[in-house]
């Protein structure tokens, strides 16, 4: 499955990680060309979607274990794609797991995911390593220099790319909240950074019932924007204002668009 938006789209790989698993984020116009014998294209720009679970140390993922009531969807109307299903680790504790996420209709520039894992029949101490990672090629072609990275109070990431030879700026902003058992949790994140990647290491311990949510958001700009300095299109907003709302704006704004493509395809037919 893919996601998109017209102004950017995504492979939808899950949000762990497996061996030649490919991760891809595209954003219209931004192509670049990688050196002389190389053919112009739309560069693999960071990902935001990686978020690594660690239960009880051990690195969550479904080769191993046993997966029950398994469910991948895609709801056409609001555009989230789904996935949820019961998880089994060896040592026999269960783990109920939703994941969700979306690319904003309504802000072209925003895309959300959520994960949560609830401990069903034993206590757990969770992990969770989320940030953005610009550690991606095109098969093999680097078409960006290495830009900055920062962490603002604890939950702030950003990270700048400038491909090659378009010269194309890019920024990448992502944000974390974190809730259990429905209440806000205020939890201080190990901060990290490698070679193009910065990410937080989110730490909750879990009694048998007990259900951890974290909610993420991630905003990309670039150089080729137009509208930079509109209030709407800004991080701050789009985390303290639009998220709240999103998911009837994304409703609206997806309906207004399939309204428009139907009636272009009944002109169309008439004429």
Known sequence: MSQGNGYMGARSATEEKYVGQVRNLFVAGTYNKFDADEVTELPNAADMSAIEIFIDGRRFHLESGEVSNYS???????????????????????????????????????????????????????????????????????????????????????????TTESKVDFVFLTSHRYFVNGQEAEIDPGLQMDRRKVWLNI???????????????????TSRDKQFDVEATSFKHCVTTLLPTLRPMQIAALMSYLKRVLLSGISAGQA
């Open 203 to 221: 730490n909750q311990e879990l009694k048998a019932g007990d259900t951890f949510r974290t909610e993420k958001v991630g905003v990309v700009h």
């Open 72 to 162: 991948r969807r895609l709801n056409v109307k609001n555009g989230e794609l789904t996935r949820e299903f019961t998880w089994t680790n060896n040592e026999g504790n269960s783990f109920e797991m939703r994941f969700r996420r979306f690319f904003s209709q309504a802000n072209l520039h925003l895309m959300a995911f959520d994960v949560e894992v609830k401990a069903l029949n034993s206590d757990a101490k969770i992990e969770i390593r989320s940030g953005v990672d610009a550690q991606l090629s095109n098969s093999g072609a680097q078409h960006f220099h290495e830009g900055e990275k920062r962490i603002y109070d604890k939950r702030f990431i950003e990270l700048l790319q400038h």
